[in-house]
């Protein structure tokens, strides 16, 4: 798993050189797989051990990722600074984030608060994406954005608050980028 997460981090992060770079400088990659310990404590009734485990993670990586939070394989996290995952988040398989994202919730009850992210979801720097919401398989969230609603798959969002643009037929999402220079992640 781990050399999965550093061929997908090499994959999404221009800038990288190689394994052993990523490996030792990537706050984003050792935030997730601290996660990893700190989750098979929390599921194994070790939620203080767990939380202080995430806690000297949040210290040394600047990404805060809550041990209840589920997450999937080769999650990367581009840069990290300020990234906050909450407690009843769910990410899918092969999802990005960049530097200041926040899955949060919107509400004090317990029970599922965050949002779920499916599978090939992107969340651009600085978006706040809030509530028990769903991204859909492949849903990109541009930088800045605030998302309160679901995000169908395929589809775009951007904004405060973010409204949702799905690509017409056999646009190129690369070229829409250039056409919709809001949607920049």
Request: hydrophobic share 40%; proline share 5%.
């Amino acid at each position: 798993m781990v050399l999965e997460d550093l061929d997908a981090a090499i994959e999404r992060d221009p800038a990288a050189t190689g394994r052993l770079q990523m490996a030792l400088v990537s706050p984003g990659l050792h935030a997730v797989w601290v996660h990893r310990l700190a989750n098979w404590l929390w599921r194994h009734d070790r939620q203080l051990t767990a939380r202080l485990l995430s806690q000297w993670a949040r210290a040394r990586t600047g990404v805060e990722i809550h041990p209840g939070a589920t997450i999937g394989r080769r999650f990367f996290i581009d840069h990290g600074m300020g990234v906050v995952i909450g407690e009843t988040t769910e990410i899918g398989d092969d999802c990005m984030l960049y530097n200041g994202v926040n899955l949060g919730g919107r509400t004090l009850n317990r029970g599922k608060r965050h949002p779920t992210l499916r599978n090939n979801v992107t969340v651009g720097c600085g978006a706040r994406v809030l509530g028990d919401i769903e991204l859909g398989d492949g849903a990109q969230v541009g930088a800045n954005s605030v998302v309160v609603k679901a995000v169908p798959a395929g589809a775009v969002a951007t904004g405060i608050p973010a409204t949702n643009r799905v690509p017409e037929p056999g646009e190129d999402p690369i070229e829409a980028l250039y056409r919709h220079p809001a949607i920049f992640i």
